[in-house]
């Protein structure tokens, strides 16, 4: 297998990989974050603090896995206090 | 009864000053006690702990608190640390603090902990010197939990809280991965914590992990990473024992 074989899925698949490190590292310091490919689709899952936040995650996945179709499901952290307590006996 | 407040991994930097802060302020009508377990910032420089103190600082009650992983990435946990003690966070490492409620003595044991795995599936001190520094390093943190936890009982606590980071036990990484539960946590802070007793053990780091999970013992254990509990922060009630 020649180097322009790697390509396709194998090369997205490292691209993937790359995808962690660049969320990890960059200004967002992202970690907690569930990155999964589907053949030509990337999902994305999970919560951050804020709407900025959201947005650097997106811009950043976009860049890393450009061709490919990303699909997010990002949450805010809900910063409101509870409304309940657990009690444990 | 003693309410405990508790949160992990709210990861601030300087756009999320203020976001906690007005759910903080309810502290003082929900809970005698905040517990922070870690991952305060993204990367732990002086910036982001400034910012975490600004959230916390001032709060009318005692805030005690353990790094997490991201908090080491600048290289400058004591100053981290230092920044934190600032603003009237009680960090812990390998360490305890006992807290007097209505005349309870509540004891908090705490270290950041590592990975390494679950009993059956973790990693040894064994081979090159890059693993064994890295086993070597879960087992300090869980030894330190160890003798932190027997030294709030010689205190004479009434209930006693282990804090970390990193989970000790794989019931509430369930959501999580299982190829990366050795990077999550280890048995050996299950250990520690069973070996020296405790009423509750908290922990992070598991953002998709759940919330309850239970010891081999027994010890109740609670993930408070932020996205797990979907609130600024978990209050539980423990019951000191009768007599």
């Not at chain 1, 180097?3 to 960059?26: F, M, P, V």
């Not at chain 2, 950041?112 to 890295?134: I, N, T």
């Not at chain 2, 009423?199 to 081999?216: F, I, K, N, Q, V």
Request: hydrophobic share 40%; charged share 25%.
């Amino acid at each position: 297998m020649t180097a322009a074989d790697a390509t396709g899925s194998d090369e997205a698949e490292y691209r993937l990989a790359h995808l962690r490190d660049r969320l990890a590292d960059d200004e967002v310091g992202e970690l907690g974050l569930r990155i999964e490919l589907h053949g030509s689709h990337v999902t994305v899952r999970g919560t951050v603090p804020s709407e900025e936040r959201r947005a650097a995650v997106e811009r950043i996945v976009a860049e890393v896995m450009d061709g490919l179709k990303v699909h997010t499901d990002i949450v805010l952290a809900d910063d409101r206090p509870p409304t309940w307590a657990e009690d444990l006996p | 009864m003693i309410r405990v407040a508790a949160v992990g991994d709210i990861h601030l930097g300087p756009d999320s000053r203020g976001l906690l802060r007005p759910a903080f302020a309810t502290l003082d009508e929900l809970a005698d006690v905040l517990l922070l377990a870690g991952d305060l910032t993204r990367h732990g420089t002086p910036e982001e702990a400034a910012v975490v103190g600004e959230e916390v600082g001032g709060l009318p009650v005692p805030v005690i608190a353990v790094l997490g992983n991201h908090d080491y990435d600048a290289g400058r946990p004591e100053e981290v640390t230092r920044i934190l003690a600032s603003h009237g966070v009680q960090v812990l490492e390998r360490s305890s603090t006992a807290v007097r409620v209505d005349g309870t003595l509540v004891g908090v044991a705490g270290t950041k902990g590592f990975g390494g795995g679950f009993a059956g599936r973790s990693a040894g001190e064994f081979g090159e010197p890059e693993m064994k520094a890295f086993v070597r390093h879960s087992r300090e943190c869980a030894d330190g939990l160890r003798t932190a936890l027997d030294r709030l009982a010689a205190e004479g606590c009434d209930l006693r809280i282990a804090l970390t980071h990193f989970a000790p036990v794989p019931d509430t990484l369930a959501g999580e991965p299982t190829e990366i539960h050795p990077f999550l946590g280890s048995y050996l802070l299950a250990e520690a914590i069973d070996g020296a007793g405790a009423d509750l053990a908290l922990h992070g780091h598991a953002h998709l992990g759940t919330e309850r999970g239970l010891t081999a013992c027994g010890v109740r254990v609670r993930n408070v990473a932020q996205p797990v509990i979907g609130r600024a922060f978990a209050v539980y009630r423990l019951h000191p024992p009768v007599g």
